[in-house]
């Protein structure tokens, strides 16, 4: 027994021993450039160097980074994605940067870690002309030092930061301009677009074109910004209609790794502009500039639905509950077929305070919410009184569930996708979710017993009495299917048979422990209780990257499909230093990213 265990033992010394790890480098290689070589780089960027100073150091004894916002103020903005985005170093969901320096009180802080740039970048280019990011990045490429990509900080994989890094920080390029009569590259044609510096968000770029008196397809909350959402695919109100927003894109300006200042398009840069539409963020370069599809404005916009549960504690009850939202479910293609988007969303257990209950109802309470553009409310009534009425009979009666009809509403587009204020106030959380791309097979073409059977495996929760949600959000249908092809990039093509794109939480996140432990607790319990459903449930589509699991085994196949292999290869030839990594992004199996020690270093084949 002790001998073969030895042998064991010392053969993974042996293979330890030899393997000679090629990392990114940290401060503490001594490869690591001086003060004087960072100021010799800021100097030839126009003073646009920031050296990292994290916000919430004024929450530290002595502010050891010299903050100048204090504390209260840091705490009262911390739960608003708008603040992170104007915060030069700062992400939404901070466990991605190790918690590495957050304000007392909030999610991810623990007493006697303080405050360090840990897993934050350690300087960042406040950039305002592609020349910045040109020199910088080729710069940095050239010393080994990876790179990462801030717009917003909205991203939900932590996609937008790093330790060790030098940040690209995209932010100031705002500007947005209506090109009358635009030639479009490669043919004769002209048409009317808008040309969006990447560092907008869509509450701008939804106010500018409203201006205009057009529409463009963008996501639903106005402080995500262009360039992740179009990079990554990106659904919005008008996707179920239009196409995804990287279904938008003439035109594109990319900076890669080694500095060249690249215009993709139709004609140009042909599979650079193909990998940036849909193939990933932060991955193939920086873009500094989308050139977009618009479109007319909706006559108006109508909504209208209506929210179930259980009326009692009977097993009738919660049983109708179930064959409740499996016939609204189920009925989630004819429905976009006939015009609605919007979502469905199911919640269990604790999370049924969504419905304003006092107490939770046994089984699954639904919010059923459409939206449909140019309709009147009538027709929207319609539709409306007939799926709760097929709700009705799927349960038998009405006595076993109580439905609650939402008045139908019509108004303006714009007052609809007008931006408020600090609308967004999820930031600070610890996020962790899994999806799934849903079509016609796994919603309508399915047995309603099976299908009742995944609705409630994919509500299971590792707190049971917590609970879960789980978000229909009717986003595909027909608009990304009729997309011609010469305007399809490399977004998953799961995407073009999609109807919803299926979203569910349900691992418990404890953020005060070590976040690398935290992250990898909740990744485990993911690929032991939800990914097996969606495997099983719906085997050949995959899931929306930007609101995905981003450590599912299946990773390659879930973001990318058919897909993978080109993309890696444009990868490698736009960022041949391979500067720039993401977690699940492509290549990203060649590299391990370790939030503990902050290093990220080859993996030795
Ligand atoms: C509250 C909330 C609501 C959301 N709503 C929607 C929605 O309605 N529809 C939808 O599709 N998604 C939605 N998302 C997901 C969102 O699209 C992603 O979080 C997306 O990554 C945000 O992009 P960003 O540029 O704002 O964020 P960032 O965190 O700044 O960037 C995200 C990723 O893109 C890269 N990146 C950003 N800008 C550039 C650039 N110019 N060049 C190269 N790489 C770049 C970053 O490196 C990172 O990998 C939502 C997310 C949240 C938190
Ligand atoms: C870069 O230069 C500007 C202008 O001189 C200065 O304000 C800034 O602090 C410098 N950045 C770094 C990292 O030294
Ligand atoms: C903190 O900053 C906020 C916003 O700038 C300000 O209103 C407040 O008075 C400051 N509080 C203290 C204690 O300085
Ligand atoms: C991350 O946090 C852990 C404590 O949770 C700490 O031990 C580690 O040094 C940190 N790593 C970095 C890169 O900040
Ligand atoms: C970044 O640049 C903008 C535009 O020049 C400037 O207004 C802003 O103060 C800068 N921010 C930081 C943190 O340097
Ligand atoms: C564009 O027009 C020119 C001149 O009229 C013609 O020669 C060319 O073939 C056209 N190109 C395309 C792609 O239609
Ligand atoms: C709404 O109708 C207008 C014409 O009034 C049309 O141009 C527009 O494309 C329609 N929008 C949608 C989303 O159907
Ligand atoms: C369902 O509705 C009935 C009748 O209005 C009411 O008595 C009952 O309390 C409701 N049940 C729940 C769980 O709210
Ligand atoms: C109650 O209903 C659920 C499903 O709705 C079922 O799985 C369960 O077996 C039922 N329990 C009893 C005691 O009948
Ligand atoms: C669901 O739809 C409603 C409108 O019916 C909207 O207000 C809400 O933001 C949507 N939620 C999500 C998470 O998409
Ligand atoms: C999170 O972990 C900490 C440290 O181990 C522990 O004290 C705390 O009770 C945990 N919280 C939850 C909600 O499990």
């Known amino acids: 027994m002790l001998l073969p265990k030895t042998i064991c033992l010392l053969s993974t010394l042996v293979t330890f021993s030899f393997a000679s790890p090629n990392c990114k480098l940290s401060p503490a290689d001594s490869a690591w450039p001086s003060t004087n070589e960072w100021a010799a780089l800021n100097r030839s960027i126009d003073g646009v160097l920031v050296k990292t100073a994290p916000i919430a150091s004024s929450c530290y004894p002595g502010n050891p980074f010299n903050s100048p916002e204090n504390c209260t103020s840091v705490q009262d903005k911390w739960y608003y994605a708008a603040h992170h985005a104007v915060w030069p170093e700062s992400v939404d969901y901070p466990i991605y940067s190790n918690n590495s320096c957050v304000p007392k009180g909030v999610t991810g802080y623990a007493e006697g870690k303080g405050c360090n740039i840990g897993g934050l970048p350690q300087y960042i280019v406040n950039a305002t002309t592609i020349e910045h990011v040109s020199k910088a990045m080729s710069w940095a490429s050239k010393r080994n030092i990876r790179i990462v990509v801030k717009g917003t900080g909205h991203d939900l994989n932590g996609r937008s930061t790093g330790a060790f890094a030098l940040s690209i920080w995209t932010h100031n390029f705002k500007h947005i301009e209506r090109r009358c009569g635009w030639k479009l590259p490669g043919q004769n044609k002209t048409e009317d677009v808008v040309v969006c510096g990447s560092g907008n968000n869509w509450g701008s770029v939804y106010t500018a074109v409203h201006h205009m008196g057009r529409a463009v397809v963008g996501g639903e909350d106005a402080t995500v910004g262009l360039g992740g959402l179009i990079q990554n ?20 300006t990319v900076v890669t790794t080694d500095g060249r200042q690249l215009i993709a398009n139709s004609v140009e840069n042909k599979d650079l502009f193909w990998a940036v539409r849909g193939g990933g963020g932060g991955q193939y370069g920086v873009v500094t500039e989308f050139i977009l599809k618009t479109y007319p404005v909706p006559a108006n916009v109508v ?42 969303t199911a919640y269990t257990k604790a999370m049924t305070t969504a419905l304003g209950l006092k107490e939770a109802p046994p089984g699954v309470a639904a919010v059923v919410g459409f939206v449909g553009f140019n309709m009147t409310t009538d027709h929207m009534d319609h539709i409306v009184d007939k799926l709760s009425a097929q709700v009705v009979t799927s349960t038998g009666n009405g006595n076993y569930l109580n439905i609650s009809r939402q008045q139908t509403s019509s108004q303006s587009y714009w007052s609809f ?30 047995a309603p ?14 707190n049971p009495e917590t609970g879960t949600m789980l978000l ?49 607790n909740a990744a485990d319990w993911y690929e032991t209780f939800k990914e097996p459903v969606w495997r099983n449930w719906a085997p050949n589509t995959g899931a929306y990257m930007n609101e995905g699991n981003p450590f599912s085994s299946t990773w390659k196949n879930d973001f990318y499909g058919e897909n993978y292999e080109k993309l890696l290869a444009a990868k490698l030839k736009f960022d041949p230093s391979e500067s720039l990594f993401v977690w699940s992004g492509v290549g990203s199996d060649l590299w391990n990213y370790d939030l503990s020690s902050g290093l990220l270093c080859r993996v030795e084949s």
């Open 233 to 252: 695919g990106g659904h919005g109100y008008l996707s179920s209609h239009h196409g995804l927003a990287s279904d938008q894109v003439y035109q594109v």
């Open 303 to 344: 909504m209208g639905g209506f929210s179930f549960h259980a009326a009692d504690s009977s097993n009738t009850s919660e049983t109708a509950s179930w064959n409740a939202l499996s016939e609204v479910v189920s009925s989630i293609p004819d429905l976009m077929d006939s015009g609605l988007n919007g979502n469905v």
């Open 417 to 446: 996708v007008k931006p408020e204020p600090l609308s967004s106030s999820s930031a600070g959380a610890a996020s962790l979710m899994t999806s799934r791309l849903m079509g016609r097979r796994e919603l309508s073409d399915i």
């Open 449 to 462: 017993n099976k299908l009742t059977d995944y609705l409630q495996q994919s509500l299971v929760s590792e």
């Open 472 to 520: 229909f959000g009717l986003q595909g249908g027909r608009g990304p299917a009729k997309v011609p092809a010469s305007m399809r990039g490399s977004v998953l093509p799961a995407w073009r048979t999609a109807y919803a794109h299926v979203m569910t939480l349900g691992a418990t996140i404890n953020a005060t422990i070590d976040a690398s432990e935290s992250l990898s």
